[in-house]
Structures are given as C-alpha cells and as structure tokens.
C-alpha cells in the first residue's frame, strides 16, 4: 500500500521493459507516479503512447528545457537515446516539457490518473536546484491521497 510509486532512470530501449510497462499500466489512478528518464518513457508506454531512438541522444549537463506551464527555462542534465512521442499519446495526456534545442518531449502529464514524468534527470540538479519542484508536487500528490 505504497502512498505513491517513483520510476526511476534506466539503461537502454523501453520497449524491451514490457513488464514495467504493464506494472505501471496497473498502477495509474490507484496512486499518484512519478518518472524520471527511462520512468518517464515507460510511463507514456503505459498510456498508450511510443518511444522511438534519438538520432543524437541527449548527453550531459547543461540542456534548456522549457516548462509550458510556466515558460521557466530550466537547465538540466540528460543521458538518453530513446524519447517519447508526443504524437503517440491520447488526447488526455499533455506535454509538460520540451527540450528547446530539437524540441522533443522532456515531460508528460495524465492529471486525471495522478501520473506525470520527466525524460531529463531532476535528481542531478545540474542548475541552482531548477527542478526541486517537481518532487514538491509527488509529495503533495501522495499526501492529497
């Protein structure tokens, strides 16, 4: 009875991950997600949604990443091949973040079934703690539970 599920970062292809995807598929709207990386694919997976391979993946620190609620530039540390394809999703999911240098998906959010992610690396904090707020929002999630 967990008071809300973190799919953390990974190595390698989601669609390999078929059973954390069908994992998390029986998580959503029983308790608040939240994923990072390869969390973030295996969770638009789980919505239905696809990954594909980066032409050029995204690798270090210092990638801008633009938040559309806010349109705060956040700079963030990355280390990935694959991304999400935004195109993939059902209507009801948004996109949350995207990368402003190719403008693929850096986020996702399914507000009605409390899950949302990040493809970038939050816990790494390559800027001056830009993405904190984001384990602000799980921890209001879970205690909103």
């Known amino acids: 009875?967990?008071?809300?599920?973190?799919?953390?970062?990974?190595?390698?292809?989601?669609?390999?991950?078929?059973?954390?995807?069908?994992?998390?598929r029986a998580l959503l709207g029983k308790v608040p997600i939240f994923g990072i990386c390869l969390g973030h694919q295996l969770l638009a997976q789980a919505l239905g949604g696809k990954t594909y391979k980066l032409k050029f993946g995204h690798r270090g620190a210092?990638?801008?990443?633009?938040?559309?609620?806010?349109?705060?530039?956040e700079i963030t540390t990355q280390n990935h091949g694959f991304c999400v394809d935004l195109a993939s999703l059902p209507a009801?999911?948004?996109?949350?973040?995207?990368?402003l240098n190719?403008?693929?998906?850096?986020?996702?959010?399914?507000?009605?079934?409390?899950?949302?992610s990040v493809q970038y690396h939050p816990e790494a904090a390559a800027g001056p703690h830009d993405a904190l707020y984001l384990f602000d929002r799980f921890t209001a999630a879970m205690d909103a539970r």
Not at 62 to 73: E, F, H, W, Y
Not at 92 to 99: A, D, E, G, L, R
């Open 1 to 24: 009875a967990p008071d809300g599920v973190f799919l953390s970062n990974g190595p390698g292809d989601p669609a390999a991950v078929t059973y954390g995807v069908e994992t998390i």
């Open 62 to 73: 210092n990638q801008p990443v633009k938040d559309l609620a806010t349109g705060r530039i």
């Open 92 to 99: 009801s999911v948004v996109s949350t973040h995207v990368h």
């Open 102 to 116: 190719d403008g693929t998906s850096e986020g996702l959010a399914a507000s009605d079934l409390r899950a949302f």
